[in-house]
């Protein structure tokens, strides 16, 4: 444990010589993976992850929003927006709030720009009156337990909870009918 902490790179390099990693897994070797989706009724969407001992919760909500008047083409349609938090509780590295905000600025970041690239998601499908009205759909991943690996944890669980997720019936804007 002192080497660990004291000498991190000849912590590794050892494990690395006899062909392992520190958790007993091979270089090669995939941690266990668990899906579960549903996992929060107050979501239009939800799911947690689980990638070895990491764990993530991830919810979805969304809104409906207005296209903006001098906006141009591109403020006419749909986004995902992410948001990743790494509270103190989910590993002692996340303890220092400015470590835990910027790992989690830089995921929610990341996230965001890959779930909106036209190779995953196209955004059209969010159109609800076209160069008018479209949904903004909001991702919030929590990491329960951080164990390494937090990018590929957030997305499995913020995909799992974006297939799991339902928009709500929209009634006739202009006669003024809500969600």
Excluded at 44 to 69: F, I, M
């Amino acid at each position: 444990a002192l080497l660990q902490r004291f000498d991190p790179q000849e912590y590794h390099r050892r494990f690395l010589a006899d062909g392992v990693r520190p958790d007993g897994r091979g270089l090669k070797e995939r941690r266990p993976a668990a899906l579960r989706s549903s996992a929060v009724s107050s979501a239009n969407g939800s799911a947690w992850a689980r990638l070895g001992a990491s764990l993530a919760v991830a919810g979805v909500h969304v809104e409906v929003t207005e296209a903006a008047a001098d906006g141009g083409p591109e403020a006419a349609v749909g986004r995902i927006v992410a948001s990743v938090e790494l509270p103190p509780l989910c590993a002692a590295a996340f303890r220092e709030r400015q470590a835990a905000s910027g790992a989690a600025t830089f995921l929610s970041s990341a996230l965001t720009d890959l779930l909106n690239s036209p190779h995953v998601f196209d955004v059209s499908q969010l159109q609800i009156c076209e160069g008018e009205l479209f949904w903004t759909v909001h991702v919030d991943v929590v990491c329960l337990n951080y164990d390494g690996n937090a990018f590929d944890l957030s997305l499995l669980a913020a995909l799992a909870a974006l297939e799991d997720a339902e928009l709500p019936a929209v009634g006739d804007a202009e006669a003024g009918a809500g969600l």
